[in-house]
């Protein structure tokens, strides 16, 4: 017998009207019904959920995640916090001694030079006082950069982006680092499960993933054993597509687009910039495609029905992208392709963007980071340009429509809404309703999804989260807590069996 569930005493903010509230509604096989009509709650529902005044929303939805990758470096040496190499060091020495290693790698993860006191990248030689007889890696925050002792050099292998002095090692070469040290389909299985976990008991229900071949066979396979239990829309690597095309594997699990790297990243001095680093006199980053191949992996996404995901960071590898998706592309508002990060915008290219009905995927938590004054944005660009950096307002103005995401750095959309809501600069800052519908609304928008997900109207998914205080209203929207998050009318996190 079909069971509905009555949801009673709490404050829904649908984000379908920015006044419209509403106090209850009914899950129905998965569904929302009888929004706001308490008779035909209380009369529909064989059993009532009595939330005590919380607040209900949309579900999160992370319009750019690696989710994988998060998860495999949950047993690894988090180094986010830290404030020196030599706390570095300390922890990742303490990993070797305990033999808890990632299949005899030593890694540390997220770590951040520039809120170091010296704010310098290590070198091999620091890495080698950790071990010389075991690779050690120490990867920075925006995954673009990484350092080697001489054992994982060794390892890795000669080869473009690759500096046997310093031990740094870039881009491509970074990337491929899991295949080097083996890691297996039931290791990238494990590392999901652990990181959807985690993404719940943030309070999102749906992410847009960005995988290689064997993750997204990793994510089939666990759609296939029902383990899933969590929207995923993946986006492969180009190189990566091979014969696949566009599919909807189930409500849970879709392949929708293709991902592509123009340039690097600013923290790696790698995205593409117009004119000089301000701390690097002669370094304009990495332009990783030509406008030409750039046109040719557009034209071929939309032959077969694919999103184009493009990276680009760079107001150089902004203009050059937006170049080829004016020549090459005619499918883009049915496809709906999107520029990642994009945070040195000009006036002219978010005019450009707007016209060429592109869709900004951004990060604001990047902002809040790195944006502030005498932060690292302003090392590497300098005051002047430091106003290019995350235009929210100026984009919003332009009537560019906007997804949010985090890019796992760090995962949570919560300090994201108050990133946003809070922007360094303060003529860039964004209402919190605003926001909210960045992080839910638009990036159901971007993923194809804005049927069933986004808001809470009659018929759609029922996928919600339950905060313990009105975003709204909130002075401290990072610290509010997630209750509970609901995907499919399936309670998948509950906070209140943690607290009994």
């Not at 919380?54 to 495999?72: E, Q």
């Not at 932060?375 to 235009?391: A, H, I, Q, W």
């Amino acid at each position: 017998m079909k069971i509905s569930t009555g949801v009673i005493n709490c404050d829904v903010i649908p984000l379908v009207g920015r006044k419209q509230v509403f106090h209850g509604f009914v899950i129905d096989g998965g569904k929302v019904r009888n929004t706001g009509d308490y008779d035909a709650i209380m009369e529909d529902s064989d059993d009532i959920v009595n939330l005590q005044g919380l607040t209900v929303l949309p579900g999160f939805i992370d319009a750019h995640t690696h989710l994988l990758n998060m998860g495999l470096n949950m047993i690894n040496v988090d180094l986010s916090s830290i404030e020196s190499f030599e706390e570095a060091k300390y922890y990742m020495s303490k990993k070797l001694e305990s033999g808890e290693t990632c299949k005899g790698w030593i890694i540390g993860t997220d770590f951040d030079e520039t809120k170091w006191k010296k704010g310098k990248y290590p070198t091999k030689k620091e890495l080698d006082e950790i071990s010389t007889e075991s690779p050690v890696v120490i990867i920075r925050v925006c995954t673009h950069l990484a350092v080697c002792n001489s054992k994982a050099l060794e390892m890795i292998g000669e080869g473009e982006n690759i500096d046997p002095k310093t031990g740094i090692i870039k881009e491509e070469q970074l990337w491929r680092l899991g295949e080097i040290i083996g890691i297996t389909r039931a290791d990238k299985k494990d590392a999901i499960r652990r990181a959807i976990q985690k993404a719940r008991e943030m309070g999102i229900t749906c992410a847009h993933e960005i995988v290689d071949r064997e993750g997204w066979e990793a994510y089939k396979e666990l759609n296939e054993d029902g383990d899933l239990n969590f929207r995923i829309r993946c986006y492969l690597r180009y190189n990566d597509l091979g014969d696949l095309e566009p599919s909807v594997v189930s409500p849970y699990l879709s392949l929708r687009g293709i991902k592509v790297f123009v340039d690097g990243s600013l923290g790696g001095r790698t995205a593409a910039l117009e004119e000089d680093y301000e701390d690097d006199p002669g370094n304009r980053g990495i332009l990783l495609l030509s406008q030409d191949e750039l046109e040719d992996i557009i034209e071929t996404a939309e032959s077969r029905g694919f999103q184009v995901m493009a990276h680009a960071i760079g107001d150089r590898a902004l203009t050059v992208l937006l170049d080829a998706f004016e020549a090459a592309a005619t499918r883009t508002k049915e496809l709906r392709h999107r520029i990642e990060h994009a945070e040195v915008l000009s006036e002219v290219n978010i005019r450009r963007i707007r016209d060429l009905n592109l869709i900004l995927s951004v990060q604001p938590n990047f902002a809040y980071k790195w944006s502030r004054p005498r932060g690292m944005n302003e090392r590497r660009l300098g005051k002047e340009r430091l106003k290019m950096c995350n235009p929210y307002w100026d984009a919003q103005r332009a009537l560019v429509k906007m997804a949010f995401g985090s890019d796992t750095m760090p995962l949570g959309p919560l300090f994201g809404v108050f990133s946003a809501v809070n922007h360094p600069m303060l003529e860039q800052r964004i209402s919190t309703y605003n926001a909210l519908q960045c992080y839910i609304t638009n990036s159901a928008y971007v993923g194809l999804d804005e049927s069933n997900q986004g808001n809470l109207s009659n018929g759609m998914d029922a996928d919600f989260i339950v905060l313990s205080e009105n975003p709204l209203e909130s002075d401290d929207i990072q610290n509010i807590e997630v209750v509970m998050t609901v995907i499919n009318g399936e309670v998948l996190y509950d906070g209140r069996d943690e607290e009994a």
